[in-house]
């Protein structure tokens, strides 16, 4: 079995390793500094030698496998090499999981608010409440305390324990594992039963950064940001406000009313345009009509999308009207047999309906397009 040193020195990021056994892709060594994945935490990446460990994971026997990137050659039983960390992708997922452990804490020891699952990202944690409901209010007061108890540089260290004492002390989760239990405390805040990596002091994470919260599965999953990830968070969103607020020249306080009364405006704008256009597009058709004999097909181009004449084209009207816009679109008013002479004798075209209305679109220039779907009707009887 693979000596662990990440639980005896979690800081360490290269020691020297040899190959102890190959199997695929994944390597054994003597010992390692890699954390396989568990428990929501990734497992670590780096190098062994020349050889890049894309993952690291445990085998179904529980030793730690480093798995090798690639599909070239692979190291060989008794390889002595330089095992290297990637150490910035290592130290943010430490703090990304002492984070999740002190989010989860205060939640439910100062809002008896459990946690079901946990997700750790590139980027966010989520952790899965055991509650179908949580005020934003609240979140925010665990994003406070969190910040606090990051501020007093509470400690944060690890121990190990039996089965049996680990039971007494009542921690807010159960324990998952039989044998001997890994304990992670954090100063007279929490103390839980975890395997992963953390980091000593919550100093180290930086800040943390409550972001959002959904409904999933029955329970409330709530999203956080820590570390450089929080940083660019709060700048992001700093950078936002302002250019809204020169945008809309307001105070910052006064953005979401500004915005609200231009959402408002541009809906009334909206409906007015859309008066405006339905009148326009009748004046259009029976313009054309008019222009054109009795029993021919109606064929025009607009400047408006061709959904405006949607409504103004009677269900009844007897003729075939074909409407074509300058962005290539058409509407075709008509019998499903013309339609689809047209569709399969005009190269580019695409569409379809149902009834006598049928809308698609066409490639090319507009007006060497209704002339040849005009010959193709004509050619049909549409005259």
């Not at 999953?221 to 929080?230: F, G, H, L």
């Not at 597009?281 to 400047?303: D, K, Q």
Request: one cysteine or more; glycine letters at 10%; hydrophobic letters at 35%.
């Amino acid at each position: 079995m693979t000596e662990r040193l990440y639980y005896s020195d979690k800081y360490a990021k290269e020691i020297t390793a040899t190959v102890t056994g190959v199997d695929g892709r994944c390597v054994r060594l003597d010992r390692t500094i890699f954390y396989p994945e568990a428990g929501g935490q990734p497992g670590d990446r780096g190098f062994f030698g020349s050889f890049r460990i894309a993952d690291t994971k445990k085998s179904a026997d529980g030793d730690v496998l480093h798995v090798i990137d690639g599909n070239g050659p692979m190291p060989a039983v008794g390889d002595f090499c330089t095992l290297s960390l990637d150490w910035p992708h290592r130290y943010f997922f430490m703090k990304e999981h002492t984070a999740q452990h002190l989010v989860s804490a205060i939640l439910f020891s100062s809002f008896s608010i459990g946690t079901v699952a946990v997700h750790q990202g590139d980027e966010s944690f989520t952790v899965e409440t055991d509650r179908g409901e949580i005020d934003e209010d609240t979140l925010l007061r665990v994003e406070d305390a969190a910040n606090e108890a990051i501020r007093k540089n509470l400690k944060v260290w690890q121990d190990e324990t039996d089965h049996e004492s680990a039971e007494k002390l009542h921690m807010r989760r159960s324990i998952k594992v039989s044998g001997r239990v890994m304990l992670v405390h954090i100063e007279g805040i929490d103390v839980v039963a975890c395997g992963g990596v953390h980091v000593s002091s919550l100093s180290e994470i930086g800040e943390i950064a409550y972001v959002s919260s959904e409904k999933i599965r029955g329970h409330v999953r709530t999203c956080w940001k820590c570390s450089d990830s929080a940083v660019r968070y709060r700048r992001e969103n700093a950078a936002i406000v302002r250019k809204l607020s020169s945008l809309f020249s307001a105070e910052p306080g006064c953005i979401c009313r500004e915005a609200e009364r231009c959402l408002s405006e541009i809906k009334v704008s909206r409906h007015n345009l859309s008066v405006m256009s339905g009148k326009l597009a009748s004046y259009l058709f029976f313009s054309a009509c008019e222009e054109t004999n009795g029993s021919e097909a109606v064929i025009f181009s607009t400047e408006l999308d061709v959904s405006a004449f949607e409504s103004v084209i009677p269900e009844d009207y007897p003729r075939p009207v074909l409407v074509v816009d300058e962005e290539g679109r058409f509407l075709f008013h008509g019998q499903k047999e013309l339609f689809e002479a047209f569709k399969n004798g005009v190269p580019g075209l695409r569409g379809g309906g149902r009834g006598i209305r049928f809308r698609g679109s066409f490639q090319g220039d507009t007006d060497q397009f209704a002339a040849a779907v005009r010959k193709i009707l004509d050619g049909n009887g549409s005259t």
